[in-house]
Structures are given as structure tokens and as C-alpha cells.
């Protein structure tokens, strides 16, 4: 938890009140289950809670008994390891570290192996010098124009671990998302999880994404819910906005096991969710108090010792896993699923649905050869299902083949276009079907020359990056929208670099340059910009095919806006290559490369 003392901007010279949560201390985990139904009433069920469907943010039709009971061990074991980050990295996970990058990478990994759309956000403006990034997941999942985003700060202050300020936090929210993916459940909304880097410098990270978001994406954002400090050994019940409609499903889960909760004064206006409230998103979150101390009332309702500070380990190098109160971590890990399944599951059963792709989505053959593709399924809600795979518009003298001829969503075929000695030159897009419980098709573009002749075309793939990843291999979580960073066309680019720390990302796409043309030329867009000040080269970006570099620019060639860069690949007439982006930067100040608009064009 920040210092900042403040109240809708207005900042105090004096701690206000004394709120804060609390239960009795423990490092051990206390088993519970969820309270039986008739513990939360009737009017508290899902769509009637007040502050869901009538009274607040929309909710799904999921009942109370759906949310699931998080396995509060798994949560300690988080900690376990964000504790053993910091002792190896100086006990400390302060964000310009190298704790907090080993602590981003902890999570980023399990989130991705989970099915995350995970995405790192640099701070670029803002932040402490050499602070790390945010860490933003998106379960893919549910209406994209409704989203409920749930966060809390991943950095420690300087002089200890943070594991309750603020691992608590962010171990409860990973596991909660975890929990999410292991159940799939059918969903209403979008989930946003987010770990926020250099709160503990002024809310800096936070701040930063907030103010990145276009007006557009900052409507989709209905509430934001934040967990700071969610285990303190002498802490009370505390909740951010208790009254509000934000607030409603956290409070009546809260309310269900008899804790009455209180309004989180001494948190106001100092952890991440006041980044939010201040750009108009409703907000509240979970908190069980920092330095000031418990009333005799609190102590009476709650136990613990009064006229105590609610963390007596608050901000020094004794915040570590034997910091941590079990129960009071359960209950609020348990209150966070609570309040995500009543505002983004439902109950109804998922239709099975699927996608279908081509990788690459054209090929260039002189008469008599043949072109491949990997046509690839994926599971996008229900179960996975058998699809039968089919393709039309294929001239006379073409066939297609896939092998297999069927696929388990989820995976891939191999395809292959043969053309005959005769077939007539010309461009023939291709209708590739997948047939299932319901019908996707894509398109695959054939292009057949003339014998000893070139057809002059565009050869890569998705080199704008506006359709997705694919089919682009490496380091893809680069490409996409990101705030901080603008796009030369439309609304996405890729990204490398810019961590200012030592870093690699790399990019590859395969494509055959056909043989009969006497020219090959790559065009790209790149923006250049660094913080570094001296005229020597230390970070690098480099095009390379194969293992070949063929251009080395660095940021030295920094410039405040995009520049076209062209290398000529003539030489590869005639051979399937991979062709390579790769952004390296060494151990301080930032480069970031920001590629867009390749293409690579035959004549």
C-alpha cells in the first residue's frame, strides 16, 4: 500500500480513521467451506444481490453456490514463492528490481499455461526509473464490451518482501484466476486481472493504464476491484466504497459469514483503485488494514488486539510468509470469486463452438507443384468437438487434400494444394469449410504462374498484425494494441523491447519466395525510442533470415516517429526462408522497437 493519505484528491496531513481487516493471527491455513445456501438469503442471490442486476453492475445468473471455495493453501504457496524472489534478489520485491520482474514472470507464467490472454505493459511514462511493467490477463471468455477487472500491486517497498503489502493480494487474485480457467465456466462479461507495478511510488503503474485507455475502452470497464494488504495478523474486515453498488457482492459474501464489515477509511485515495475512481469507474475492493491501529470495538467484533496496529509489519523486512493471517486470506480469496462468478458466470451450459485458421493464408506454385498450409482448430467454448474439413473453388487441375480429413478442435491438419502441368495461370481464393456442431470457413488465396514466369504479389502474412497472431511464431504476446506505444496503420503493431532491463523478443514468419522473379524486397515501418542518451549502440534490432543478419539498426537510430526501412531480398529467389525481427536490450534503459506494415513484395 502507497503512503498517500487522500480523499476524492484531497490530500491529509493526518492518518484518517482507523479502518482495517482482521482475524485472529495465523500462518497455518484454517479450513472452511462455503456457507450452506440459507446463510446467504434469498435476496442476496445472484441478480438480486443489490449492486448486480437491478441495483448496479450487471450481473450473470449464476447462483451464490456456484462461486467456487479457492484452496486457500494454493494461495500460501504463491506466497511461498514470491517470498523465496525476494530472498534471493536483497529481500525485496521493489518494482525497478529484479524481484519484481522474477515476480511478473511467476505469474505471467502461470497465467499463460492457464490460456490467458496475457500482455505485459511497460510504463513508459510516470514510473520510477527502471520500474518493471504492468501485468494485464484477460480471460478470453464473455462480452467483450463488459468488462470487470480485478487488481492489485505485484511491487514490495524497498525494505522487505511485501508479502501481505502486497502479496496477498496478487496471490489471491492468481489463484482466483486459475481457479476461473480450471472450471471454464460459461461467462456473461469479460475478466480483467491486472498486477500493478510502482504502487508503492505514487500508484504510478495504475495511473499509467488508466490514462493509456481510449475513452472507448474505458466504457467497457463497468467496475474495477482491488485487493491490497488482504492478510494482515491484527487486521479487521475492511471493504473500499462499503455503501456503493460496486460493492454489493463483496459485502453480502462478507455479510454471509457474520463479519460486518466496515468502510476502508485509512485505505482511501491510496492504493490502485483510486487510479480508477478518478477517471469516473465504480469502484471497491477488499482490505484488512495497514499501520493504524484497531479500536477496542474492532478488536471485540472481530478479536485481535486493540490499540495495535492492524500489520505491525507494515512496509519493514518482517513482511514476510510468517506475516500472513490464513483465515483472513481465506475469506477474502473466497469473497473475491464470490463477487466475479455473481458478476461475470452463468449457469447456462456453453454452446460448443470452435475457430478455424490457414498458416500460412497463401501460396504462390508454378503449374505442376504444390503449395502446403496448416489449417488449425481451436476450442472457443464447450467442449471440444470432431470437424470434418472440406475446401471449394479449387480451377480444374487443382486438388486439395488435408491429412487428416478430420480434427479434435484444438487441432490441426496438414493441407496440401497440388496443381496439374496445366493449369491455367491466375489467383483462386480458396474457401476452406470446417464442419462441426456448426459450420467456419476461411479463406486460402492460390496463386498459379505461368511456367518460368513471376507473378509479382505480397508473400507475408498478417504483416500489419490487425488479424491476431498468427502466423507469426516467437514472442507473439508483442503484438496487439498496447497503450503507450501508437500504430502506423490501424490498431495494432508488435512491440519489442522496452523493458529496460536485458530482454530478447523475436518474430518469425515462413514464406517461399517463388522461383521466376528477379526481384524480392521487404518493407517495413519501424519507431525507435529510447531512454538511453549516449551515441553507443547497446540496444540492437536486427532482420535476419535464417541465422543471416542482414540489417542492424539500434538506438542510436531513435527518431520520434516511424520510418519506412527497406532490405532487398532477391537473393532468396526461389527458397522457403524464415524471416526474423529480434529486439535485444541490455541490462538498463529502455529501447523499445515498434514494428508495423512488413511486407514483403516479389516483381
Not at 41 to 59: D, E, L, M, V, Y
Not at 480 to 497: D, I, N
Not at 565 to 594: N, P
Request: glycine share 12%; proline share 4%.
Amino acid at each position: 500500500m502507497f503512503r498517500r493519505f487522500a480523499v476524492a484528491g484531497v490530500t491529509l496531513a493526518t492518518t484518517i480513521g482507523a479502518a482495517a481487516l482482521a482475524v485472529a493471527t495465523t500462518a497455518a491455513a484454517t479450513p472452511r467451506t462455503h456457507p450452506p445456501l440459507s446463510a446467504i438469503s434469498t435476496s442476496q442471490s445472484a441478480g438480486s444481490i443489490p449492486g448486480t442486476a437491478a441495483h448496479g453492475p450487471a450481473a450473470g445468473s449464476a447462483r451464490a453456490a456456484d462461486a467456487p471455495d479457492v484452496d486457500v493453501a494454493k494461495v500460501q504457496a504463491h506466497l511461498t514463492e514470491l517470498n523465496n524472489i525476494a530472498t534471493r534478489n536483497g529481500g525485496t520485491r521493489k518494482s525497478s528490481g529484479q524481484g519484481y520482474r522474477d515476480s511478473v514472470a511467476y505469474v505471467k507464467n502461470k497465467l499463460q499455461a492457464a490460456g490467458y490472454t496475457v500482455t505485459e505493459q511497460p510504463c513508459t511514462s510516470g514510473c520510477a526509473t527502471g520500474a518493471g511493467p504492468n501485468l494485464i490477463a484477460e480471460w478470453p471468455q464473455g462480452d467483450a464490451a463488459k468488462v470487470y477487472m480485478f487488481g492489485s500491486h505485484l511491487d514490495s517497498v524497498g525494505a522487505g518482501p511485501g508479502i501481505n503489502d502486497n502479496g496477498s493480494g496478487s496471490a489471491a487474485l492468481l489463484e482466483t484466476a486459475l481457479t476461473l480457467a480450471e472450471q471454464h465456466p460459461a461467462m456473461t462479461s469479460r475478466v480483467r486481472f491486472a498486477w500493478w507495478t510502482d504502487e508503492e511510488q505514487g500508484l504510478n503503474g495504475s495511473d499509467f493504464y488508466v490514462s493509456s485507455l481510449a475513452a472507448a475502452e474505458r466504457s467497457k470497464i463497468k467496475a474495477y476491484y482491488n485487493f491490497d494488504m488482504i492478510a494482515s495478523t491484527n487486521g479487521g474486515y475492511f471493504i473500499n466504497h462499503v455503501s456503493s453498488a460496486a460493492a454489493q457482492p463483496m459485502k453480502a459474501y462478507w455479510d454471509s459469514l457474520g463479519l460486518q464489515p466496515e468502510e476502508n477509511t485509512e485505505g482511501a485515495g491510496r492504493s490502485d483503485d483510486y487510479s480508477f475512481e478518478r477517471a469516473g469507474i465504480p469502484t471497491s475492493g477488499y482490505a484488512m488494514g495497514a499501520s493504524a491501529r484497531k479500536t477496542s470495538a474492532q478488536a471485540a467484533k472481530w478479536g485481535g488486539t486493540a490499540s495495535r496496529a492492524y500489520d505491525p509489519c507494515y512496509h519493514q523486512s518482517c513482511d514476510t510468509t510468517g506475516n500472513i493471517n490464513a483465515t483472513g486470506l481465506n475469506r477474502s480469496v473466497d469473497g473475491i470469486a464470490y463477487t466475479l462468478w455473481n458478476l461475470a458466470v452463468t449457469n447456462s451450459t456453453p454452446a460448443n463452438d470452435f475457430s478455424l485458421t490457414a498458416a500460412p493464408a497463401t501460396g504462390s506454385v508454378d503449374p505442376g507443384a504444390s503449395a502446403t498450409s496448416t489449417i488449425s482448430t481451436a476450442t472457443t467454448s464447450g467442449s471440444a468437438q470432431t470437424v470434418k474439413l472440406s475446401a471449394m473453388g479449387a480451377p480444374a487441375g487443382v486438388t486439395v487434400s488435408f491429412n487428416p480429413a478430420s480434427v479434435t478442435s484444438g487441432s490441426s491438419s496438414a493441407m496440401t494444394v497440388a496443381t496439374a502441368a496445366g493449369t491455367a495461370p491466375g489467383t483462386y481464393p480458396l474457401t476452406i469449410t470446417g464442419a462441426g456442431s456448426v459450420t467456419h470457413t476461411t479463406t486460402y488465396t492460390l496463386t498459379v504462374k505461368g511456367t518460368g514466369g513471376c507473378t509479382g504479389q505480397q508473400l507475408l502474412t498478417n504483416g500489419g498484425f490487425e488479424s491476431g497472431t498468427t502466423p507469426w511464431t516467437g514472442d507473439t504476446g508483442a503484438i496487439g494494441a498496447h497503450a503507450g506505444q501508437p500504430a502506423h496503420g490501424g490498431s495494432r503493431f508488435a512491440w519489442l523491447g522496452g523493458y529496460g532491463r536485458s530482454a530478447t523478443d523475436s518474430l518469425s514468419q515462413s514464406v517461399t519466395v517463388p522461383a521466376g522473379c528477379g526481384k524480392a524486397t521487404l518493407t517495413y515501418w519501424l519507431h525507435i525510442d529510447t531512454d538511453e542518451t549516449d551515441r553507443v549502440a547497446y540496444d540492437t534490432f536486427k532482420v535476419k533470415v535464417g541465422s543471416t543478419t542482414l540489417t542492424t539498426l539500434s538506438n542510436t537510430d531513435a527518431s520520434s516517429g516511424y520510418t519506412q526501412r527497406t532490405v532487398d531480398l532477391s537473393r532468396y529467389v526461389g527458397q522457403r526462408i524464415t524471416l526474423a525481427f529480434t529486439a535485444t536490450e541490455d541490462t538498463s534503459l529502455q529501447t523499445s522497437f515498434v514494428l508495423d506494415d512488413a511486407a514483403l513484395q516479389t516483381g
